[in-house]
């Protein structure tokens, strides 16, 4: 069964370091979503892509957060430099629909960033 | 605003004591509901969308059902292995963005 991929699976990182986060969607998935996860909450979308365009990233701290996809596949989200309140779930989503349409999303495993 | 709400916050049960979650959203207008379930540690693992008022679907012990206003998971004879974070999210027309409730809590004991 086809699985989203995400690395690191953890990372332990100083405030003000770089840190990156890699995703692999599904095979043929056109849409791609990075959300973020913090303890005892929900989902909330940082970015979503539709093939390499970008749809929605009202909720992503543009002045330290970025994020591209550059051949429409696979995905890197970027902070830097990382802030202490970053420490979260970062999960990575795909689905086969269009920006709007209601198909389901398939998460990775995710990737846990704790700042030091 | 759109909005969705979960309750309650966390709920145990004893094995074998049939529940219900509830998931309330305030959106203009609704394109896609949909359940997950969360492991700790881990990516959430889709269980169902519904679509319009009155739909019913079912999975194992799992049934959600949605109306106008609400959805609930109705979880019968719930074993051990049924404790995970169950999240709803609601897709609102006319826009791109899920929206996720905080989710519900479960813990069943044997």
């Known amino acids: 069964e086809a699985e989203v991929a995400q690395s690191p699976r953890y990372k332990i990182t100083e405030k003000s370091q770089a840190v990156a986060f890699w995703c692999d969607p599904i095979?043929?998935?056109?849409?791609l979503y990075w959300y973020r996860q913090i303890l005892g909450q929900g989902p909330e979308l940082l970015v979503q892509?539709?093939?390499?365009?970008?749809?929605?990233d009202s909720q992503l701290p543009k002045d330290r957060f970025s994020a591209e996809r550059l051949k429409g596949v696979d995905s890197t989200l970027k902070i830097q430099p990382a802030e202490l309140g970053d420490s979260a779930m970062y999960l990575c989503?795909?689905?086969?629909?269009?920006?709007?349409?209601?198909?389901?999303?398939?998460f990775g495993p995710g990737t846990r960033l704790l700042v030091l | 605003e759109d909005q969705v709400t979960q309750s309650p916050e966390a709920l145990r049960l004893q094995e074998g004591e049939s529940s219900s979650l509830n998931c309330s959203y305030t959106?203009?207008?609704?394109?896609?509901l949909f359940w997950y379930r969360q492991d700790p540690g881990k990516g959430p693992e889709f269980l169902f969308t519904?679509?319009?008022a009155g739909e019913e679907k079912e999975k194992e012990r799992l049934k959600a059902t949605l109306t106008k206003k609400e959805s609930f998971l109705h979880i019968t004879a719930p074993k051990p292995e049924d404790s995970a974070t169950y999240l709803c999210?609601?897709?609102?027309?006319?826009?791109?963005?899920?929206?996720f409730g905080a989710g519900t809590r479960l813990f069943v004991k044997a």
């Open positions: 095979s043929g998935h056109a849409t």
């Open positions: 989503a795909s689905s086969t629909g269009t920006s709007g349409s209601p198909e389901t999303q398939y």
């Open positions: 999210a609601v897709l609102p027309t006319g826009g791109f963005k899920t929206i």
């Open positions: 519904l679509y319009s």
């Open positions: 892509f539709q093939d390499e365009s970008v749809v929605d």
């Open positions: 959106v203009s207008g609704l394109r896609g």
